[in-house]
Every structure is written in structure tokens, then in C-alpha cells.
């Protein structure tokens, strides 16, 4: 076994042991049911909620047209609407499990003895960012499938099964990107603060303000917006996932070759 | 070989090490001795390559980063809790670890270990010890331990002394920090006091010229150094105090007060009365440390 697979035992074994696989997956399922239950309710609600006043029942259709356009009920509608609110909400949970991870490490001095047995600081640094970053985002990636397997039995079903595994896909490959750039951030930024503002910006504040830009829809935070229309213009999924790609490639060659510290030299 | 020159050290405009010389011969235990925060930790980081210093030489077996078969145990040592005992040395041991698990496996037992028990189910000292034990398992040329028994118990710390002694007989270079000062006497060959960012002295230990105090060490085959033993000897010589010593076997004679002069000669004729048969005697002179680190660090 190489190094850089015995350090991915280990951090497997750390991330599984520390239970934050199962807060994901809850995390997920919790939010799919919430979704998906609201979604086949409110078309019910004028039903359900019936009154012999017209203004009352006139009130009711209003507010269930509203909630329609929160919970469409196209399924490629209601799947996209699935996928933002996860690139939005999974993803600062994700940041919050990374953020520190490393620099907890480096801090501790757990690095010492690894070091002294042989290992590299880029070995460490890949497996952490491989580990996590894979999963973070295969929970995000089945939880988006099984939301369209689930959508497709009572929405009105506009996409193929092929729509449902790219929008997967993609879901997935913005949660590993979005906790690669975190973790290699956290050993790049000297204070994990700044890790968090810069990577909850980029995530929740990010894609509202760029929406406004002409060149907005190609930025990487955008790649779950228009998942929908990937089908018709490609280059809606493949710009900001070659962005993604060489912002991480970018990051970690700054890593590697500036080599992060093993402990914290500094004294107050 | 462990060689610094004028090796300083700054933190913030403060300078922690100011201009460090040594030089630690292969095979040699050198105790590193200072007053909290006169940068024992900062030094040995240093030495491990770990961090940098701000200026000076550094150089170890005349490299200026610590190369292969070099080992650290910091204060606290820290281990990935959530990892088994095993799980955490198979990690450190790679594939070193594959054909030899039975041993590693085997030693862990020997050191009171359950080899599937979480680290972070360990006390202080269980998890000092560990640390030990691994920073030490691949029989590694130099060793730096930092406070190394502050958390053991008398019997954890004996152990260390008894494994220091095995790695100095098989010829690892030690550097040793510690405040526990009995500890440095048993095993070191040399000690330097680290003061205001200086090495302020270095003592021979081996060195007449600060003999103070000297015992003897007898080690006695065919009995069983238990405490009713050790009450016989000290009816049997009446000019010492005997105690049990490091090792197997191992008893240490301490002189009584007034036998200054001939104190050999005292031990000789006693321990001639003696039933039980010794395999070797030996002389330890050590000096009185504690009162030694008083004196240089106050002056």
C-alpha cells in the first residue's frame, strides 16, 4: 500500500467514525423528504383547505400558485430547484466539516509523528481533500438521483433518465469541488475564519450578485443554476466545471509547492 | 552527528534562541535542561526540521533536514483519536507493518496495550507512553524526546529509562528535555542548561570534575527483587541504603552519610558477606542535578 493510500484509510476511517457520513446522509434525507413532500402537497392544498367563503378560497389559490413557483411541478424544474437549494445548504454544511480540518491538525502537532515516519505534507494534504471531498459529494449526487426517481413517479415528467444522472453528476462534482477549494484554502489562509466568509460568500451570496453580470451564468457557483438547460447549451455544465477543475488544480499546486507548516510556529 | 551553529530563533521581534552552539556525538543522551518557556520545545522543533530558525546553521548526520531513521515525540503527543491502537501503527508503519504484525502486535501486549482499543479512549499517560512506543518502533539513529515522562507513573517512567538505556546500548543518538532531573542523572552522558537563549552550561556527567555523589550497582542473579529482598540487603549492609534499580535483577547502593572516604573499599567488604550471587557490579557517579540547574539558572 503507498502512503497516500494508507493516509486514505485513515481519514476514511476518521470521517466515518466521527459520524459525519451519517450527518450527511440525514442531513439529505431529511431535506429530500421535506422537498419532495411539500412539492406533492401544495397542488392538493385548495382541496385539502376547503372553505364556502370566496375570498377565503380565491386567498388560498393565490398563495398555492405562489408556492407552486418555489415547488414546481415539472420534475426538471423541481429537480433543479432541488440541486440550488443543495448547492446552497449542503454545501456550508460541507464547509463547516472541512474548514478546519487540517488546520485543527497543524495546530494539535499530529502531524509531527507522520512526518517523522515518513510522510509528506502533500500526501496528507491530497488524502484529506480526496476523502472528504468524495464523501461529501456521493451523498449529494444519490440523494439528487433518488429525488428524480422519487419526482418522477407524481410530477409531470418533462426529462429523460439521462437528465436525471448528469444533473447527479453535477451535484455531486460541485460538493467535491466546493470541499476541495475549502480544505485547500484552510491550509493556504492563515486564520480558518477568512476560509469560512470567503467560501460562504462564494456559495450563498455569490450567485445572486454574479446573476447581474453578462458573464455570470459561466462562473463555477452557477453550475447547479441552470443544470436545467444543460441539455440544450452544454457549455452551461462544462465552463464552470473546467473553472472548478483549474481553480483546484490551481490551489493545490500553491499547496504542495509552498508546503504547509507541520506545527504552528508562533508564540503569543 | 547533531551540529548547531549560532542557531536564533524570533517570535515576533522576541528572540527565544539566541545563538545556540552544540554538538551531540553519535550514540551520545544529551539532556536539554531550562526553566518553562527558555525554549527546549522551540530547540528541539528546530533540530527536528520542523520549524525553521531565523538564522544559523542546523545540520543533522550533515544534512540540513533530518533525513531517514529520525524520530520526534513531542510534549503532548497528539494521535488520531479515532483511530484503534493497531489502526494508528499500521498508518505510521506502512508496509513495514505487513510482514512483522505479529511482533508490533506482540509489543503493544507487552506494554499493557489492547491493540483494538480507540486512542482516544487512553489516559495521558497511556497516550505518552504510546507515543513511546512509536516514536521509537523503527529503531530510529536519533530520537528527540520532549518531556517525555512528565505524565507516567513511577513505574511508566522507569520503563523509558530502561527503553533510553536500550536505544543509547544500541547506539541511537537521544536528546532528552525534561524537568524530572533524576531521569537525565540515570541515563545521560552529557547535559546542557538552556538559559535566556543560550546553552548557559554543559556537564559531562561522565566527568569526574562534578562527581558529587556516587552509588553502586549490583545486579543479582537467582533471587527475586522483591521488597522483602531488598529489606535483607539493607540489614546486610549496614553502611548503604540499597534500592531497586533499573532493569532485571538490578539493585543501587546508596552510601550512607560519613563514609566519605574509602566508600569502594565499604562496598567491597560488604557486599563480600553477601549469600546471593552477583553477576556484576558496577560504579555509578552522578551528580546532584537538581542542585546543579539551582545554581546555573539563578547565578
Same mark, same amino acid.
Given at each position: 500500500?503507498?502512503?497516500?493510500?494508507?493516509?486514505?484509510?485513515?481519514?476514511?476511517?476518521?470521517?466515518?467514525?466521527?459520524?459525519?457520513?451519517?450527518?450527511?446522509?440525514?442531513?439529505?434525507?431529511?431535506?429530500?423528504?421535506?422537498?419532495?413532500?411539500?412539492?406533492?402537497?401544495?397542488?392538493?392544498?385548495?382541496?385539502?383547505?376547503?372553505?364556502?367563503?370566496?375570498?377565503?378560497?380565491?386567498? =388560498? !389559490?393565490?398563495? /398555492?400558485?405562489?408556492?407552486? %413557483?418555489?415547488?414546481?411541478?415539472?420534475?426538471?424544474?423541481? +429537480?433543479?430547484?432541488? *440541486?440550488?437549494?443543495?448547492?446552497?445548504?449542503?454545501?456550508?454544511?460541507?464547509?463547516?466539516?472541512?474548514?478546519?480540518?487540517?488546520?485543527?491538525?497543524?495546530?494539535?502537532?499530529?502531524?509531527?509523528?507522520?512526518?517523522?515516519?515518513?510522510?509528506?505534507?502533500?500526501?496528507?494534504?491530497?488524502?484529506?481533500?480526496?476523502?472528504?471531498?468524495?464523501?461529501?459529494?456521493?451523498?449529494?449526487?444519490?440523494?439528487?438521483?433518488?429525488?428524480?426517481?422519487?419526482?418522477?413517479?407524481?410530477?409531470?415528467?418533462?426529462?429523460?433518465?439521462?437528465?436525471?444522472?448528469i444533473g447527479?453528476l453535477a451535484?455531486?462534482f460541485n460538493?467535491?469541488?466546493?470541499?476541495?477549494?475549502? =480544505? !485547500?484554502?484552510? /491550509?493556504?489562509?492563515?486564520? %480558518?475564519?477568512?476560509?469560512?466568509?470567503?467560501?460562504?460568500? +462564494?456559495?450563498?451570496? *455569490?450567485?445572486?450578485?454574479?446573476?447581474?453580470?453578462?458573464?455570470?451564468r459561466y462562473?463555477?457557483?452557477y453550475i447547479l443554476?441552470y443544470l436545467n438547460y444543460a441539455e440544450i447549451d452544454p457549455t452551461y455544465l462544462i465552463i464552470p466545471a473546467i473553472?472548478?477543475?483549474?481553480?483546484?488544480?490551481?490551489?493545490?499546486?500553491?499547496?504542495?509547492?509552498?508546503?504547509?507548516?507541520?506545527?504552528?510556529?508562533?508564540?503569543? | 552527528?547533531?551540529?548547531?551553529?549560532?542557531?536564533?530563533?524570533?517570535?515576533?521581534?522576541?528572540?527565544?534562541?539566541?545563538?545556540?552552539?552544540?554538538?551531540?556525538?553519535?550514540?551520545?543522551?544529551?539532556?536539554?535542561?531550562?526553566?518553562?518557556?527558555?525554549?527546549?520545545?522551540?530547540?528541539?522543533?528546530?533540530?527536528?526540521?520542523?520549524?525553521?530558525?531565523?538564522?544559523?546553521?542546523?545540520?543533522?548526520?550533515?544534512?540540513?533536514?533530518?533525513?531517514?531513521?529520525?524520530?520526534?515525540?513531542?510534549?503532548?503527543?497528539?494521535?488520531?483519536?479515532?483511530?484503534?491502537?493497531?489502526?494508528?501503527?499500521?498508518?505510521?508503519?506502512?508496509?513495514?507493518?505487513?510482514?512483522?504484525?505479529?511482533?508490533?502486535?506482540?509489543?503493544?501486549?507487552?506494554?499493557?496495550?489492547?491493540?483494538?482499543?480507540?486512542?482516544?479512549?487512553?489516559?495521558?499517560?497511556?497516550?505518552?507512553?504510546?507515543?513511546?512506543?512509536?516514536?521509537?518502533?523503527?529503531?530510529?539513529?536519533?530520537?528527540?524526546?520532549?518531556?517525555?515522562?512528565?505524565?507516567?507513573?513511577?513505574?511508566?517512567?522507569?520503563?523509558?529509562?530502561?527503553?533510553?538505556?536500550?536505544?543509547?546500548?544500541?547506539?541511537?543518538?537521544?536528546?532528552?528535555?525534561?524537568?524530572?532531573?533524576?531521569?537525565?542523572?540515570?541515563?545521560?552522558?552529557?547535559?546542557?542548561?538552556?538559559?535566556?537563549?543560550?546553552?548557559?552550561?554543559?556537564?559531562?556527567?561522565?566527568?569526574?570534575?562534578?562527581?558529587?555523589?556516587?552509588?553502586?550497582?549490583?545486579?543479582?542473579?537467582?533471587?527475586?527483587?522483591?521488597?522483602?529482598?531488598?529489606?535483607?540487603?539493607?540489614?546486610?549492609?549496614?553502611?548503604?541504603?540499597?534500592?531497586?534499580?533499573?532493569?532485571?535483577?538490578?539493585?543501587?547502593?546508596?552510601?550512607?552519610?560519613?563514609?566519605?572516604?574509602?566508600?569502594?573499599?565499604?562496598?567491597?567488604?560488604?557486599?563480600?558477606?553477601?549469600?546471593?550471587?552477583?553477576?556484576?557490579?558496577?560504579?555509578?557517579?552522578?551528580?546532584?542535578?537538581?542542585?546543579?540547574?539551582?545554581?546555573?539558572?539563578?547565578?
Amino acid at each position: 500500500m503507498s502512503r497516500l493510500s494508507l493516509c486514505m484509510k485513515k481519514d476514511r476511517i476518521e470521517f466515518l467514525r466521527s459520524k459525519k457520513l451519517a450527518v450527511c446522509i440525514v442531513f439529505l434525507a431529511v431535506f429530500m423528504v421535506f422537498v419532495l413532500a411539500l412539492t406533492a402537497v401544495i397542488p392538493q392544498l385548495s382541496n385539502i383547505v376547503s372553505s364556502d367563503s370566496e375570498f377565503i378560497t380565491t386567498g =388560498i !389559490a393565490t398563495m /398555492v400558485e405562489f408556492l407552486k %413557483s418555489y415547488f414546481p411541478q415539472l420534475l426538471s424544474d423541481s +429537480t433543479g430547484f432541488f *440541486s440550488t437549494e443543495i448547492g446552497l445548504f449542503y454545501s456550508i454544511l460541507v464547509i463547516a466539516f472541512s474548514f478546519s480540518v487540517l488546520p485543527k491538525e497543524i495546530k494539535s502537532g499530529r502531524l509531527i509523528l507522520p512526518i517523522c515516519n515518513g510522510y509528506q505534507q502533500k500526501e496528507i494534504f491530497l488524502s484529506k481533500q480526496i476523502v472528504y471531498a468524495l464523501f461529501c459529494s456521493i451523498p449529494a449526487g444519490v440523494a439528487y438521483f433518488l429525488y428524480y426517481l422519487i419526482g418522477s413517479t407524481f410530477l409531470v415528467k418533462d426529462c429523460t433518465i439521462s437528465f436525471g444522472i448528469i444533473g447527479a453528476l453535477a451535484t455531486c462534482f460541485n460538493v467535491f469541488s466546493i470541499v476541495c477549494i475549502t =480544505i !485547500a484554502l484552510s /491550509v493556504i489562509y492563515k486564520h %480558518s475564519v477568512l476560509v469560512v466568509i470567503t467560501m460562504g460568500l +462564494t456559495v450563498a451570496a *455569490s450567485p445572486d450578485l454574479l446573476f447581474f453580470l453578462p458573464f455570470g451564468r459561466y462562473i463555477p457557483t452557477y453550475i447547479l443554476t441552470y443544470l436545467n438547460y444543460a441539455e440544450i447549451d452544454p457549455t452551461y455544465l462544462i465552463i464552470p466545471a473546467i473553472e472548478y477543475a483549474v481553480i483546484i488544480l490551481l490551489l493545490d499546486i500553491i499547496v504542495i509547492k509552498r508546503k504547509f507548516a507541520v506545527v504552528v510556529d508562533e508564540r503569543r | 552527528m547533531i551540529f548547531l551553529e549560532d542557531v536564533k530563533k524570533e517570535f515576533k521581534g522576541n528572540y527565544v534562541l539566541k545563538g545556540i552552539n552544540l554538538n551531540i556525538k553519535d550514540g551520545e543522551v544529551y539532556g536539554l535542561v531550562g526553566r518553562n518557556g527558555a525554549g527546549k520545545t522551540t530547540l528541539l522543533n528546530i533540530i527536528a526540521g520542523i520549524s525553521k530558525c531565523s538564522s544559523g546553521t542546523c545540520k543533522v548526520n550533515n544534512e540540513l533536514k533530518p533525513a531517514a531513521g529520525f524520530s520526534y515525540l513531542p510534549d503532548l503527543p497528539s494521535f488520531y483519536d479515532y483511530l484503534s491502537i493497531d489502526e494508528y501503527v499500521e498508518f505510521l508503519l506502512g508496509t513495514d507493518y505487513v510482514g512483522e504484525k505479529a511482533d508490533y502486535i506482540k509489543a503493544l501486549e507487552k506494554l499493557n496495550f489492547k491493540p483494538s482499543a480507540k486512542i482516544k479512549s487512553l489516559s495521558r499517560g497511556n497516550r505518552q507512553k504510546l507515543g513511546i512506543y512509536v516514536a521509537t518502533m523503527k529503531n530510529p539513529g536519533i530520537v528527540l524526546l520532549d518531556e517525555p515522562t512528565s505524565a507516567l507513573d513511577p513505574v511508566g517512567r522507569r520503563e523509558v529509562m530502561e527503553l533510553i538505556k536500550e536505544l543509547k546500548d544500541g547506539g541511537t543518538t537521544v536528546i532528552l528535555s525534561t524537568h524530572i532531573l533524576a531521569d537525565l542523572e540515570v541515563v545521560c552522558d552529557r547535559i546542557g542548561f538552556l538559559n535566556e537563549g543560550y546553552i548557559a552550561n554543559e556537564f559531562d556527567l561522565k566527568s569526574s570534575a562534578v562527581e558529587t555523589e556516587c552509588d553502586y550497582e549490583m545486579n543479582i542473579t537467582g533471587e527475586e527483587i522483591n521488597d522483602e529482598f531488598i529489606e535483607k540487603l539493607n540489614t546486610q549492609f549496614k553502611n548503604f541504603t540499597v534500592k531497586k534499580g533499573f532493569g532485571v535483577g538490578n539493585v543501587v547502593c546508596k552510601p550512607k552519610a560519613g563514609i566519605d572516604k574509602n566508600v569502594q573499599q565499604t562496598f567491597l567488604d560488604e557486599v563480600s558477606k553477601l549469600s546471593c550471587s552477583i553477576s556484576s557490579i558496577k560504579k555509578v557517579s552522578f551528580v546532584n542535578l537538581e542542585e546543579l540547574m539551582v545554581e546555573v539558572l539563578t547565578k
